[in-house]
Nanobody
Framework: QVQLVESGGGLVQAGGSLRLSCAAS????????MSWYRQAPGKARELVAG???????NYAESVKGRFTISRDNGKNTVYLQMDSLKPEDTAVYYC???????????????WGQGTQVTVSS
């Protein structure tokens, strides 16, 4: 089994910073891409940022220049550094990873449980 465990959410004032972490653990052969999504109340889940195992990144237009995604392949961990936070960044943030489990060849997508980020004005 594979688990993704997130940490680092919380309450911050507008203009502040937070750093989210997500660690994958379990019977892992390889972790491919890792991503962060978010879902605000009444809205659909949206991609915030993604990173391949080679380090290529992509970002939603709304967070470019403010958020930075990175990963530590040795720890199977992905990070999201969030700076210059705005009230509209308030959402539950979810980690996602495409992982091949040991003894299998088919990549599967796994999700974390979500962590709340609240930005006050």
């Amino acid at each position: 089994q594979v688990q993704l465990v997130e940490s680092g959410g919380g309450l911050v004032q507008a203009g502040g910073s937070l750093r989210l972490s997500c660690a994958a653990s379990g019977s892992i052969f390889r972790v491919n891409s890792m991503s962060w999504y978010r879902q605000a109340p009444g809205k659909a889940r949206e991609l915030v940022a993604g990173i391949t195992n080679g380090g290529n990144t992509n970002y939603a237009e709304s967070v470019k220049g403010r958020f930075t995604i990175s990963r530590d392949n040795g720890k199977n961990t992905v990070y999201l550094q969030m700076d210059s936070l705005k009230p509209e960044d308030t959402a539950v943030y979810y980690c996602s990873a495409v992982i091949i489990e040991r003894g299998t060849i088919t990549p599967r997508t796994y999700w974390g449980q979500g962590t709340q980020v609240t930005v006050s004005s």
